[in-house]
């Protein structure tokens, strides 16, 4: 698929499922600065898009460990499959919407692809990788994963103001099919070694316990949670902000949705390289400082150039912060580990987007977006302290 010089020591497998995972998330990144938009359009309220946002992340709570442990019995690849049909019908459900009603029901269709697929796709890249290139194996991987956070908005603000919300919709859901394609085509021979494993050597609750107690897995969960919240608060709100309060066009927000995503991109590799030289935990210090300055920012900022800047250094944030914790992570569990300790970290993002689309729609019945971006970065601000508790060790790996 690449060139050898550029695989970086890497297999093509690896790639094959990077670029998998690049088609299975341009389905909802292609409509990610619409979907709020479209489902006001349709008839929801933001109290009722908060809801439904929230609804979907406690489901996510409830059934990510059990469909992680699910997919090692019944087989990886298999579940990945079931993923890239799953968010394919949420798509096409997204565009034939034509009441609030839909909405309530299209998370719990979706569970099957949000619940499973990061976590699979991470672990057996992850295993896939040598272990003393964890940060830069995985900045790859994420830097492939992450392009459509750019090129989706992007296609979305050349294509929204003729096509419409719901042609969108109709466009996006094509994509997971084509990366079910390209997953089953060039992993048809793959041994996933490490990652299927029988059903007997399948992590327990014991498993769950160790990663529990583990002191820097404890802090990664904690301020993954923090982080989420303030995210899914500024993901729920933020188009419904910019275009009825500031007074930008749905194509501007699409435009700064895809700056978002370029800068998330970019800083991926490099971030992941530097990390392994120099350790997580001066890394994460950094970029959790700047979360808060930005979340500052943005309660201050409200010309569209202002506005920019401060979402593009939040992008960049957002990519490191990404990089930095999953290598961590990655590094501190055993190979069969991975995809429990990955389905296990995604449900504190979960708690997270589930409180933080919640406060959206509750807030802002009584509060300015510009007070809450205020809350979010006081909400982000005990991560700091935390993140100094972390223990490095000498050489390799320093958290």
Not at 56 to 79: D, F, H, N, W, Y
Not at 205 to 214: D, I, Y
Not at 245 to 259: K, P, T
């Amino acid at each position: 698929m690449l060139p050898k010089r550029l695989q970086g020591d890497l297999p093509t497998s690896f790639y094959a499922v990077a670029f998998s995972g690049f088609l299975f998330h341009m389905g909802a990144s292609i409509t990610s600065p619409i979907l709020t938009l479209h489902m006001r359009d349709v008839g929801a309220t933001i109290f009722q898009i908060g809801s439904i946002l929230s609804l979907q992340s406690a489901l996510l709570i409830l059934l990510r460990i059990p469909l992680t442990l699910l997919a090692r019995r019944v087989g990886e690849k298999r579940m990945l499959a079931f993923a890239f049909l799953s968010e394919s019908v949420a798509q096409l459900l997204y565009g034939r919407a034509d009441s609030p009603a839909w909405f309530w029901v299209i998370p719990a269709v979706q569970v099957l692809a949000t619940g499973t697929f990061f976590q699979l796709a991470t672990a057996i890249n992850s295993n896939l990788a040598p272990e003393s290139k964890q940060g830069e194996a995985l900045g790859r991987h994420m830097t492939i994963m992450s392009i459509p956070s750019f090129l989706g908005p992007a296609l979305c603000g050349l294509l929204v103001s003729s096509l419409g919300y719901r042609r969108m919709f109709y466009i996006s859901f094509t994509f997971p099919i084509v990366g079910l394609i390209l997953f089953w085509f060039f992993t048809r021979d793959l041994s996933l070694a490490g990652t299927e494993v029988p059903a007997q050597q399948v992590p327990t609750a014991e498993s769950l316990r160790a990663l529990m107690a583990n002191r820097n897995v404890a802090v990664l969960a904690f301020i993954r949670t923090l982080y989420s919240t303030g995210n899914n608060t500024f993901q729920t709100l933020f188009s419904l902000y910019a275009v009825t309060q500031l007074g930008y066009q749905a194509n501007q927000v699409a435009a700064l949705f895809s700056a978002l995503g370029v800068a998330n991109t970019a800083v991926k590799i490099p971030i992941g390289s530097f990390s392994d030289r120099v350790g997580r935990k001066q890394v994460l210090l950094a970029t959790f400082t700047i979360i808060i300055l930005v979340y500052l920012a943005l309660a201050s900022f409200t010309g569209y150039a202002t506005v920019a800047v401060a979402v593009v250094v939040f992008g960049a944030a957002w990519g490191s912060r990404a990089t930095v914790e999953w290598a961590a992570l990655t590094s501190l569990v055993k190979p069969e580990m991975k995809t429990l300790a990955v389905g296990f970290m995604e449900g504190f993002w979960d708690l997270g987007a589930a409180a933080g689309s919640f406060l959206a729609g509750v807030l802002s019945g009584f509060l300015p977006v510009p007070t809450i971006m205020l809350l979010m970065a006081a909400v982000n601000a005990p991560t700091l302290p935390a993140i100094l508790l972390m223990r490095e060790k000498k050489g390799g790996d320093k958290t």
